[in-house]
């Protein structure tokens, strides 16, 4: 949880000499070291409506599913163009999206829409086509094969959406109602009202997974893959197998989540990204605990339909806008980079930007556990000044901390902000990032973080 703390001349606390040890030259890695603030964009950004269902992105193209259209942004996600039946779209209300090339699929309330020019100008699939219902709650396309996952069974394609064979529940599947499909290979996984229900030859036949194989839920509203790890957003936590889905291990609110309602699931690496009703849910340790993002962060609200990472940016699609984080930033402290370790970062961007108020984002991996940490500013032009606490207290029984903290009014001159922890070993850890501020309080520099031999 973000936390805010007001920072000045007056004493707060201070560090004494039992933090001057030399620091160890080991941080994280960079995947754990990344923190993300959001920048919400709505209607007045070019958006048909402000309820997003969906986002997909390739480079810099952005396309939000939105409840008044397909919007698609060429510049990143600065500003949207919007699409409807105007432009071929079979309904407004457009659920999900997915882009394969020039190739656009829009999931809308009346068919599966389908652009080959980039998003120009779409022609609508429906039941005359072979879908099973007009509905069509999400897509996924690859190469000629295309699935719609629709209100009355899973959609199946391998014309390039030329003409669609449906499946039911006499396939297999848990429950003809179908929120989302993803697809890798021969294997294509099912999103149902009646649990997971997964292929392994193209879709010709399913299995459906239920709570009786650990799912947190039988409803399930996406679904994502990456190898053998298969994610369940389920109505009653995030369901993650690492069995081709075999067997399910549930994550509730008890391991970070903000909801155990989830929409979405995104998975990259060891990063794993949950769309709950209450927040983006972030793990950087493969799903094992999460930290919640809400309206704090600058989500457009805390209901999150659906999430999409690109390299270092992820986009939250919500109730109240797309959000968009580009901000996420890792640390680089040694030669060697690697877990155990703490982290701190002041992104360069705050630079221009007001002191107060600026966020700072420290943390620890695999540190030692219920170790203390402390995350302090200090005056370099002035070191008489006693040095400050932001914020301080003991990492979790993991070793695990991941802070947010926003920096107070600061006098103009230059500052040193410091964070230390305890190696697993039981090492000091200590790492520095310096500013400047000028004297209209806006920030002149930011340093690249660096270890500190000496905390004095």
Not at 2 to 16: E, P, Q, S, Y
Not at 262 to 267: I, P
Not at 377 to 395: F, H, I, Y
Request: hydrophobic fraction near 40%; charge should be negative.
């Amino acid at each position: 949880m973000a936390k805010r703390f007001w920072v000045g001349l007056v004493l707060l606390a201070f560090i004494g000499a039992s933090f001057t040890a030399a620091t160890i030259s080991v941080s994280p890695a960079s995947a754990a070291a990344c923190f993300i603030s959001f920048a919400n964009k709505t209607t007045a950004d070019g958006l048909g409506n402000n309820a997003v269902n969906g986002v997909y992105v390739d480079g810099s193209n952005v396309y939000a599913a939105t409840n008044g259209g397909l919007s698609i942004s060429t510049n990143g996600g600065t500003a949207f163009t919007n699409k409807t039946t105007a432009d071929g779209l079979g309904g407004n209300i457009v659920f999900g999206v997915y882009v394969d090339g020039s190739n656009v699929y829009a999931a809308t309330l009346g068919g599966l829409s389908i652009s080959t020019d980039g998003g120009t100008a779409f022609t609508n699939k429906t039941t005359a086509d072979g879908l099973g219902d007009d509905r069509v709650n999400g897509v996924y396309a690859d190469g000629s094969n295309v699935y719609a996952a629709t209100s009355v069974g899973l959609s199946i394609s391998t014309n390039g959406g030329a003409n669609f064979i449906n499946k039911t529940t006499a396939d297999g599947l848990g429950g003809n109602l179908v929120y989302g499909v993803y697809a890798d290979g021969s294997n294509v996984y099912a999103a149902t009202l009646g649990g997971l229900s997964i292929s392994t030859n193209g879709g010709t036949a399913f299995t459906n997974k239920t709570t009786a194989d650990g799912l947190g839920g039988n409803l399930v509203y996406g679904v994502y893959a990456d190898g053998s790890n298969v994610y369940a957003a389920t109505s009653v936590g995030l369901s993650i197998s690492t069995n081709g889905g075999t067997a399910f291990t549930n994550k509730t609110t008890a391991d970070g989540l903000g909801n155990n309602a989830v929409f979405g699931v995104y998975a990259d690496g060891s990063n794993v990204y949950a769309a709950t009703s209450v927040g983006l849910s972030i793990s950087t340790d493969g799903g094992a605990t999460f930290t919640n993002k809400t309206t704090t962060d600058g989500l457009g609200n805390n209901a999150v339909f659906g999430v999409y990472v690109d390299g270092s940016n992820v986009y939250a699609a919500t109730s109240v806008g797309l959000s968009i984080s580009t901000d996420c930033v890792s640390s680089s402290s040694s030669a060697s980079p690697g877990i155990p370790g703490i982290f701190l970062t002041v992104n360069p961007v705050l630079v221009g930007k007001s002191v107060e108020g600026a966020p700072v984002y420290c943390g620890a991996e695999s540190i030692k556990p219920n170790s203390t940490y402390i995350l302090s500013v200090q005056s370099v032009t002035n070191p008489a000044l006693t040095r400050t606490v932001l914020d301080g207290g003991t990492v979790n029984t993991q070793g695990h901390l991941y802070e947010r903290v926003l920096l107070g009014a600061l006098n103009p001159g230059s500052y040193k902000i410091v964070m230390t922890g305890i190696h697993a070993s039981g090492y000091p850890l200590v790492l520095t990032n310096y500013i400047t501020v000028g004297a209209n309080g806006l920030i002149v520099s930011v340093s690249a973080e660096s270890q500190q031999p000496f905390l004095n």
